[in-house]
Nanobody, 124 residues
């Protein structure tokens, strides 16, 4: 059974950094794409960044370009989201998701598995 477990969220001041981790288990993810999404109160879930596990290619939403970096460690079966220069508008619950097939998608409904989420709060 696939499990995605996020960690690394917390409270940080504007301009600070956090690194989120997503530990994946339950199968081999070499033919999967992994994504990070976020959802703020009263807002729809939105794509943040994605990575193809096999090729390592990445894709970012405009909101995170230049500030966020997604990466994966195939030995640890873990995906990371390094977030720098955080802003109050980055406050949200951040979710890790896995999608069958190597191609990254920004559409939440194309992802097959989801973690429970981790809260990120950025104070001004």
């Amino acid at each position: 059974q696939v499990q995605l477990v996020e960690s690394g969220g917390g409270l940080v001041q504007a301009g600070g950094s956090l690194r989120l981790s997503c530990a994946a288990s339950g199968r081999t993810f070499s033919n999967y794409a992994m994504g990070w999404f976020r959802q703020a109160p009263g807002k729809a879930r939105e794509f943040v960044a994605g990575i193809s596990w096999s090729s390592g290619s990445t894709y970012y939403a405009d909101s995170g370009k230049g500030r966020f970096t997604i990466s994966r460690d195939s030995v640890k079966n873990t995906v990371y989201l390094q977030m720098n220069n955080l802003k109050p508008e980055d406050t949200a619950v951040y979710y890790c998701a896995a999608k069958r097939g190597p191609y990254i998608s920004a559409r939440a409904n194309e992802y097959d598995y989801w973690g429970q989420g981790t809260q990120v709060t950025v104070s001004s």
